[in-house]
């Protein structure tokens, strides 16, 4: 049998920075722990006090921590680790509990630093201890079941409070600058449903803001045409990161490069589908727009939850140094993710014979972890119909396709840094799929 041939492209770490993964500087990550350590501080007088408390599931997770020897040992053995070369806070697991329970109080503003959670977690996660701690199914439990109750804050009306036009406001100018930078010359009203004449322009919470849809999809996102089913088009709105042929049921998932493992990337289902086949995985910009399109016209066959991890990165990256010329461990550690975290599979019966069955997997990253499917089993979706979405920001995304299924994904796509937009076909070689009429000239053009 030919070896794989896998490709992780490896983006930028300003391709990163650009889609809100990273802060834009140093000083931008200093300026936010530095005002989240006041808040942590005045929280702790609150308490000290009795006049408040931690959020249950936070205290729940301190308790934890420190019943279960085994991880209480972890969470000092990391902080140790991670303190030798960093005095930036949190410098233990007291000071993290205190910042998580801060984080999960408030809605996440606009600026220019990434994912909370993820700005405090780092450091802790590229050490041994964060390694053994954060694939622990009982602590992972626990990290579900605060994002539950951050969920419950997000999609309430209180969540509301950033959306507006002040510097850290998401209808700043600013900020909507950076939403529209693919629709230029396009108002924010004008690209996504909403009204600007009410106050939070009609949004009921952060999260219905955050997972907005298009005013007319058929302009900005066309699927072209529907009756030629040979068409594979991009699930969502992301930019490529991995390419893999010859996907192995069973792979080394510790290597330096990575590899997809189909045991492990499907959790066990319909394996032997999918040996020997494709798999094309991109990361989503955490502003932008975080729900899933079918990407061929077919019926919804299986759709699976898989409980997972949300803060162990690939074993392989742990101790790397990181600086300001290249992407963090974390995030060269996103096929690791497509095997180990919390994701959703949503398994497509194409009405292609040929594609056959296919896969899309939504896969969580930190706290940006939640995936909720609009779909159900039996139903037949047209291509660009809506799957389900991202709950709380963007993520990565994969598409899973077997060996035979005839879909070659277009060289442009696996190169780094491609936008993969939603709609727009990946497989510019349809004649190749037998009694497929060819794509007319001009419905498909490069990104």
């Known amino acids: 049998m030919p070896a794989p041939k896998s ?23 200093h300026d936010y722990m530095n005002k989240l350590s006041k808040k942590v501080e005045k929280q702790r007088k609150l308490i000290r006090d009795g006049d408040a408390a931690l959020l249950q599931p936070v205290q729940e997770f301190k308790n934890f921590i420190e019943s279960e020897p085994t991880v209480y040992g972890e969470f000092i053995r990391m902080f140790e680790v991670a303190s030798q070369d960093d005095t930036d806070p949190p410098s233990s697991y007291e000071d993290l509990i205190d910042q998580i329970n801060e984080i999960f109080r408030q809605a996440p503003a606009f600026g220019d630093l990434g994912p909370p959670m993820y700005m405090i977690m780092a450091r802790i996660m590229d050490t041994q201890g964060g390694f053994s701690a954060f694939t622990k199914e ?97 699930a969502t709105e992301s930019t490529s990161y991995a390419y893999q042929e010859n996907v192995q049921k069973y792979d080394e998932l510790f290597i330096k490069d990575e590899a997809y493992s189909l045991r492990h990337l499907l959790a066990g289902h319909n394996v032997e589908d999918f040996v020997g086949g494709t798999v094309l995985q991109g990361f989503l910009n955490t502003t932008g727009y975080h729900r899933w399109h079918a990407p061929v016209n077919g019926t919804i066959r299986q759709i699976v939850d898989i409980p997972g991890t949300y803060f162990a990165q690939a074993p392989n990256t742990i101790g790397e140094p990181t600086d300001d010329t290249e992407a963090p461990p974390y995030l060269r550690s996103l096929r690791f993710f497509a095997n180990t975290a919390a994701r959703q599979l949503i398994f497509i019966q194409a009405d292609n014979v040929q594609i056959g069955l296919m896969c899309v997997v939504s896969i969580g990253m930190t706290e940006i972890s939640t995936c909720q499917a609009t779909v159900y089993e039996g139903q037949h979706v047209v291509r660009g119909e809506e799957l389900g979405m991202f709950h709380f920001g963007g993520s990565s995304s994969a598409l899973v396709f077997r060996a035979s299924s005839g879909v070659e994904i277009d060289d442009v796509y696996r190169v780094p840094e491609v936008p993969l937009k939603i709609n727009h076909p990946l497989n510019m070689n349809i004649p190749n799929i037998p009694n497929s009429p060819m794509v007319p000239p001009g419905l498909i053009r490069h990104v």
Request: aromatic share 16%; glycine share 4%; proline share 4%.
């Open 7 to 29: 490709r992780t492209l490896r983006p930028s770490r300003e391709s990163f920075q650009n889609s809100g993964w990273l802060p834009k500087s140093q000083k931008a990550f």
């Open 138 to 234: 009982n602590l992972n439990r626990h990290f579900k079941e605060m994002f539950v109750a951050w969920a419950l804050f997000l999609t309430s009306k209180d969540s509301r409070d950033v959306l507006d036009d002040s510097a850290n406001g998401w209808f700043s100018t600013e900020a909507k600058n950076m939403m529209m930078e693919q629709y230029p010359g396009r108002a924010f009203e004008d690209v996504f449903i909403c009204d600007r004449s009410v106050e939070y322009y009609g949004y009921t919470s952060y999260e219905d803001f955050f997972n907005r849809r298009f005013r007319d999809p058929e302009t900005d996102r066309p699927t072209g045409d529907l009756a030629n089913d040979a068409i594979v088009s991009s």
